[in-house]
């Protein structure tokens, strides 16, 4: 078992910036991929962000350009810095891991591990 436990969401303005941190224990040495996705009120979860334990990255295209994914192996913890942030960023955003290789990296049905959630919200 993996255990996530994410920090960093708040309220921005538009054109701001948050970091969000997942810290992961369990079964850590297991996992190959973590990554981020949010879900807004009335629409499905998606991937944001994801990350191989070597490094590649793999990004929503609504994303692209303004949040970095990035980790810190040793300390079990992944960050998604979010830049010129959006008021259609705005949505609880979940870590999660997976000890597989999916096939779709921001698949969210890929990852059986994910954190509670923070929130996130964008105002114009």
């Known amino acids: 078992q993996v255990q996530l436990v994410e920090s960093g969401g708040g309220s921005v303005q538009a054109g701001g910036s948050l970091r969000l941190s997942c810290s992961a224990s369990?079964?850590?040495?297991?996992?190959?991929?973590m990554g981020w996705f949010r879900q807004a009120p009335g629409k499905e979860r998606e991937g944001v962000a994801t990350i191989y334990r070597s490094g590649t990255t793999f990004y929503a295209d609504s994303v692209k350009g303004r949040f970095t994914i990035s980790q810190d192996n040793p300390k079990n913890t992944v960050y998604l810095q979010m830049n010129s942030l959006k008021p259609e960023d705005t949505a609880i955003y979940y870590c999660?891991?997976?000890?597989?290789?999916?096939?779709?990296?921001?698949?969210?049905?890929?990852?059986?591990?994910w954190g509670q959630g923070t929130q996130v919200t964008v105002s114009s």
């Open positions: 369990g079964y850590t040495y297991s996992t190959n991929y």
């Open positions: 999660a891991a997976t000890a597989g290789y999916p096939l779709r990296p921001l698949a969210h049905n890929s990852y059986p591990y």
